[in-house]
């Protein structure tokens, strides 16, 4: 989880770095810009989380300690309509780059080089404190703990891949070599599927 919620009894331990960055569409005016102040994006449609959010109360923080009041001009409860928004150009967004680290490593959204950011949290594994634990659960945790970082840095770097093939070698040929990777199958092998034309006979 993000943030552990205030008031809640909890024992929680980070096991990973947790960046929040703002992202844009790929062909938005600043999206190519070396570095910029927060200001420059005053005049911004900002689409943002839902009240009581940890992502919405780490934005109203980080902004009210650099004087920063966004146009708000949506709000969501869901990340993923908050990447589809951002990628259709409805605006911008702060959100956890690791939600989008696929959509940037295919280029389909970009992250503004704003001064102070990303704003970096952790990501914590967290339980009740009086509640015991179950084998599993405690496995669960060391693990996390152990391996959280390097695996959310494979996951990335992946992304980063995935996306450096696709705009090298195209979609298609991509798309193969992962089926071909995961299922063992030729590469070579695998073709779309047309559909068959259906016939409708009159009764």
């Known amino acids: 989880m993000g943030q552990p919620p205030d008031g809640v009894d ?8 947790h960046p929040s960055v703002i992202i844009a569409p790929p062909r938005h005016a600043l999206a190519a810009a070396p570095g910029m102040a927060l200001d420059v994006l005053a005049g911004e449609n900002f689409i943002v989380r839902e009240e009581g959010s940890g992502t919405r109360s780490l934005m109203e923080r980080c902004f009210a300690a650099m004087h920063f009041s966004p146009r708000i001009v949506m709000t969501s409860s869901s990340n993923e309509t908050i990447k ?3 990628m259709a150009g409805m605006g911008i967004a702060l959100i956890s ?3 989008v680290g696929l959509e940037l490593g295919l ?15 952790s990501w914590f594994v967290a339980h009740r404190r009086h509640m015991p634990q ?15 970082q390097s695996g959310i840095e ?6 980063d891949e995935i996306g450096g093939m696709i705009r090298k070698r195209g979609r298609r040929h991509v798309v193969a070599q992962l089926v071909s990777r ?22």
Do not use: C, I, N
């Not at 909890?10 to 990973?16: G, H, I, K, N, S």
């Not at 494979?154 to 992304?159: A, E, F, K, N």
């Open 97 to 99: 780059e690791h939600t």
């Open 84 to 86: 589809q928004a951002v």
């Open 182 to 203: 995961s299922s063992g199958v030729d590469a070579g092998a695998v073709r779309p599927r047309r559909l068959a034309k259906s016939t409708v006979s009159s009764v």
């Open 10 to 17: 909890v024992l929680a331990e980070p096991f990973a770095h």
């Open 154 to 159: 494979r996951l990335t770097r992946s992304y």
């Open 134 to 148: 179950l084998p599993v659960h405690a496995r669960l945790k060391s693990f996390l703990v152990e391996q959280g």
């Open 107 to 121: 280029g389909l959204l970009e992250t503004l080089k704003v001064d102070g950011f990303p704003l970096m949290r």
